[in-house]
């Protein structure tokens, strides 16, 4: 596995791992189709000198990303997926990690459906803490709304 910055020619790699958890349709907000977002995921992370994407790769194949943006008030909002058939195999941990590092000295902020219990134990084991749990504020084309945690992991950390 490698960990790297996102590069210029990255988008559709992205993109690719993007749309993949999109279409499972539970894991993070976007619905499927996903749009295409890589030329925006280009134009806003590389050579960004405040905003962060990282790329985890095996064996040459972009298979999860994690991003930071900045925020006002100087936190960082944290995103991120892993492509199914390549969870639970330290992925996550290891970009969370290097996005952590990266961060260092800055509040990390998160949004995460309570569903997503794979998600939650990764952020507990790196220190995220809930700050709000609100009940049914995500609403869903089939009618349904999600509730949606707030975390943190202080900057302090």
Same mark, same amino acid.
């Given at each position: #596995? /490698? *960990?790297?910055?996102?590069?210029? &020619? @990255?988008? !559709? ?14 894991? *993070? ?12 995921? %280009?134009?806003?992370?590389?050579? $960004? @000198?405040?905003?962060? #994407? ?12 994690? $991003?930071?943006? $900045?925020?006002?008030? &100087?936190?960082?909002?944290?995103? #991120? ?6 969870? @639970?195999?330290?992925? &996550? $941990? ?9 961060? @260092? ?8 459906? !309570?569903? /997503? ?14 700050? %709000?749990?609100?009940? &049914?504020?995500?609403?869903?084309? /089939?009618? %349904? ?8 992991? !202080?900057?302090?950390?």
């Amino acid at each position: #596995m /490698n *960990i790297r910055r996102v590069a210029a &020619g @990255d988008g !559709p790699a992205w993109q690719r791992v993007f749309a993949a958890v999109a279409d499972e349709d539970r894991w *993070i907000g976007v619905e499927p189709p996903a749009p295409e977002r890589g030329e925006h995921v %280009e134009a806003r992370f590389v050579g $960004s @000198d405040v905003d962060v #994407m990282l790329l985890a790769e095996v064996d040459g194949d972009v298979v999860g990303w994690i $991003s930071g943006e $900045s925020k006002p008030g &100087g936190a960082i909002e944290l995103g #991120m997926g892993v492509r199914a058939g390549f969870r @639970d195999r330290g992925i &996550g $941990s290891a970009l969370l990690d290097a996005l952590l590092g990266w961060a @260092d000295g800055h509040r990390v902020v998160l949004r995460v459906f !309570p569903h /997503n219990e794979r998600a939650l134990a990764l952020y507990g084991k790196f220190g995220f803490v809930l700050l %709000e749990h609100k009940a &049914g504020v995500w609403p869903r084309r /089939n009618g %349904e709304f999600w509730d949606l945690l707030f975390m943190e992991r !202080p900057a302090d950390r």
